[in-house]
């Protein structure tokens, strides 16, 4: 197979490619076998700083501290979608003044990082003399970062959709709210899932940021632990664990996004987006919002 | 008003720190994440394998457990020692890179192959057809998503601040030791990250109009 930047290779290249392939083998084992020295070497696999894995109340607290972070993740994630269809809603209303408003809202949600956000939230209401906990904080900043960015997908969803959609439905007699809710959004939706999802994966991740407002979520567990002398202060062993558990949750979340795309391609209720400068859209900015 | 003109000398070097620190990251991540992408799209299988690991660890990883890491567990390593602003420049870069890789390797893709052909029959060499014909063209596409990138970088950076490093997150906790509203405070700091943003969109939109090609 050719591709864009190479041409099928013919002998002399295969040769070439066979050497690379050699060199970059032993290059990449040899940052490999650094990188695990230097973990060795400052005693980090010794069984010292892993025996907390071991203790039945660590393991209750680690699950506990996912369970923490789940629970933001599912608050934030209900609320984000439901603030999402909402604006979503208002910047294609045919009212020019709830456009406006809309707009200016989504804009300013998705222009001030996520983290200022939640400060807002829990250092800056108890000022106005409101009284908050780190997870409304937490949940708070979720659903308005990450509605914002939500209301921009599905927004451009319902545009790339084709406009014979809206024109045949209107031609059939439809008010505008059924041609909405019946003929464009299950459509947009359906074009958007894998995309949604992916925000939703960056919204998972984002639940980390409670770590620095002491929420006690996954990240701050890790912290916790890794600062405890009694087990030998594994900061690293603790850092590693939670990663992975993180990797995990996030890949589980991104491999049913990549299912979902699948059974959409053999659907046959898919139709082709028209208008893929809006998906292209939709994408950057679920890619680009990769806070936390 | 008075929180922020009483307090110029907080806000003037801490957001010139998370410039700095934006702009570090930008370039070292702009480096790493093209080589990243050029591993991912070579003929080496073990090559592309590796950029592929990096890309979907990295992706996966939430950037506070990444500054977590950096900040808390590297020292412990006893590799080369980093300052807190140097750490939180290799932790935004290390994470920012895996999604800039991801927006070079697209926008790559999004050159017809019959381009390459075409100039491949014309008789081009390899760095005649990357230079001359895939990344000129590769580039326009390419430039929206990557400062979408970029802006979500400028945003990330406020992590720092739960990371003893002294920049436009952290404006709040000095204001709340030196007795000023910190509402007042963060909502002057809101406004900043919207100039900034406001400013990477507008490079965005008059980059997007100049290069835009009718295809």
């Known amino acids: 197979m050719s591709t864009v930047m190479f041409d099928i290779p013919g002998p002399k290249a295969r040769v070439r490619h066979r050497l690379l392939a050699v060199i970059g083998t032993i290059a990449l084992a040899g940052i490999i076998a650094f990188v695990v020295y230097r973990f060795y070497d400052s005693g ?28 933001a993740f599912a608050a934030g994630a209900v609320l984000a979608l439901i603030f999402g269809a909402v604006f979503a809603a208002g910047r294609l209303s045919d009212h020019g003044w709830i456009r406006g408003i809309s707009t200016v809202i989504v804009e300013f949600f998705r222009a001030i990082p996520l983290l200022i956000l939640i400060f807002v939230f829990y250092y800056g209401l108890p000022m106005a003399g409101v009284e908050t906990t780190p997870f409304i904080a937490v949940v708070l900043g979720l659903m308005l970062y990450n509605g914002s960015v939500l209301g921009e997908i599905f927004r451009a969803g319902v545009q790339s959709l084709p406009k014979g959609q809206s024109e045949a439905a209107y031609a059939l007699g439809m008010r505008k709210t059924r041609v ?42 890790a912290r916790f632990i890794g600062s405890q002398g009694q087990f030998g202060r594994p900061i690293v062993p603790s850092t590693i664990v939670v990663g992975a558990i993180y990797i995990a949750m996030c890949l589980l979340l991104t491999g ?37 | 008003m008075d929180v ?36 991912r799209v070579s003929p080496v299988p073990v090559f592309r394998w590796a950029g592929t690991a990096y890309v979907t660890v990295v992706r996966n990883t939430p950037l506070t457990l990444v500054f977590l890491f950096f900040v808390f567990a590297y020292p412990l ?19 920012t890179s895996a999604f800039i890789c991801e927006v070079v390797r697209s926008g790559i893709n999004t050159v017809p192959i019959g381009q390459a052909e075409a100039a491949r029959a014309l008789g081009l060499g390899f760095g005649q057809i ?86």
Do not use: C
């Not at chain 1, 393991?59 to 789940?70: F, G, I, P, R, Y």
């Not at chain 1, 208008?275 to 859209?281: G, V, Y």
């Not at chain 2, 110029?8 to 992408?37: Q, R």
């Not at chain 2, 802006?151 to 000023?180: C, D, H, M, P, W």
């Open chain 2, 4 to 39: 922020l003109l009483n307090n110029l000398d907080l806000f003037g070097p801490f957001f010139l720190t998370t410039i700095e620190l934006f702009a570090l990251a930008a370039v070292g991540s702009l480096i790493f994440g093209t080589i990243l992408a050029m591993m």
């Open chain 1, 44 to 71: 980090q696999f010794t069984a010292r700083k892993w025996e907390w894995l071991q203790y039945k109340q660590v393991q209750q607290d680690l699950l506990d501290a996912v369970l923490a972070t789940l629970q």
């Open chain 1, 180 to 221: 909405m809710v019946s003929v464009l959004l299950p459509q947009a939706i359906r074009a958007m899932l894998p995309t949604i999802i992916s925000q939703l994966v960056v919204l998972l991740k984002d639940t980390a940021l409670g770590f620095l407002i002491t929420y006690p979520e996954l990240l701050y567990y």
């Open chain 2, 77 to 95: 390593l006893k590799i080369v020692d980093l300052s807190y602003f140097t750490a939180a420049v290799v932790a935004l870069t290390v994470y």
């Open chain 2, 130 to 215: 990357i230079g001359e014909i895939v990344l000129p063209q590769a580039l326009r596409s390419v430039v929206p998503p990557l400062i979408s990138t970029l802006i979500a970088l400028l945003k990330n950076t406020t992590i720092a601040a739960g990371f003893s490093v002294t920049e436009a997150g952290a404006i709040r906790q000095y204001l709340s030791e030196r007795g000023y509203n910190q509402l007042v405070g963060l909502l002057w700091v809101a406004l900043g990250f919207i100039i900034l943003v406001a400013v990477l969109s507008f490079v965005q939109r008059s980059l997007e109009k100049r290069w835009s090609v009718a295809r």
């Open chain 1, 256 to 292: 049913f996004a990549t299912y979902l795309e699948k059974r959409n391609r053999r659907s046959k209720m898919h139709i082709e987006l028209t208008d893929t400068k809006a998906k292209d859209i939709a994408e950057g900015a679920a890619a680009g919002g990769g806070a936390g």
